[in-house]
Every structure is written in structure tokens, then in C-alpha cells.
């Protein structure tokens, strides 16, 4: 009988124990959220044929209003805070300096714009992201990023 009694306790403790109470949710920026493959252009003119990587992501007090724009090295070193309008998914900078290096970064008409556009080859629907930058190292040239959220397909990622 004691037997018994143990082992029921110990499966009630262990459902118990399993009981998820708090649905945390997701981040305040979320929508705006992800990992984008970009193509980047001066005057509207491409500067380079390949896509690169770049990501956006919360920022660690999960404010409402910054998230974190990186790069990870592979195009300029550039990891900056941007403000955040997430009721209009827009974003911008009046200039931040990156967490790379000693480089400070404007960024205008940064804006996500949600299922508009499709992945190159899966043709999965996606988000789009478009971003003008200007870099204290190249001061004068405004880049234009544009691209779309990674579908993770395979067959969309370069």
C-alpha cells in the first residue's frame, strides 16, 4: 500500500513539476524580427551581384522601441541600436555607434514590410526589409539595402 502512495505522490509532483504557467510570449519587436538576406546598392545601382546577411533582433531589456541591427561583420562592422516604430515597422537612426568598431552609422527609411514579397526560388511568401545607411567611414554615400526574410528554405539561403 505504501508502495502505492509513493507512487502515485511522485507522479502527481511530476505533473506538477511539468506544468507550464507562464506563456511568456514573444519579444516587443518580433514582427520586425529575423534574419534577411539583402542586396545593396548606391543611387539605386547595385554595388555587388551577391546577398548578404544581415539581422535584426531585440534588444536584451526587450524595449519596444530599439532593436538591434548587425550585420556580423560581413558587410561593414556593424552592430548598432536603431529606434523602432513597431506599429508602422519602421526603424531608423540618427546615428549609433556600432558595437564593432569605432564606426557611426545614420540609418533612414528603414521599414519591414510583412508578406510582400516572395523567396527566389521556394516562392514561399515572405517579409521584405528595405534600410538606407550612411557609414562615418564613407561619409557622403548613402547605401540602399533591400531584401527579404529568410524563408529557410534550403534553396533561398546564398
Known sequence: ??????????????????KKEDDSGGTNVQKMSGEWWVKISVNNSLIDPR?????????SGNLANKMWL????????????VDVDPSNQTFNSAGST???????????NGKVMTDVTKGPVSRAA?????F???????AG??????????????EDDH
Open 51 to 59: 546577398y548578404f546577411k544581415v539581422l535584426t533582433y531585440n534588444t
Open 98 to 108: 556600432s558595437e564593432y568598431s569605432n564606426i557611426t552609422v545614420k540609418v533612414n
Open 132 to 138: 538606407e545607411a550612411e557609414f562615418s567611414d564613407d
Open 141 to 154: 554615400t548613402v547605401y540602399q539595402f533591400a531584401g527579404y526574410r529568410r524563408t529557410r528554405f534550403a
Open 1 to 18: 500500500m505504501k508502495g502505492k502512495i509513493l507512487l502515485g505522490l511522485s507522479v502527481l509532483l511530476f505533473f506538477a513539476a511539468c
Open 70 to 81: 548587425d550585420d556580423q561583420q560581413n558587410i561593414w562592422p556593424v552592430k548598432i541600436k
Open 126 to 130: 515572405t517579409d521584405s526589409i528595405y
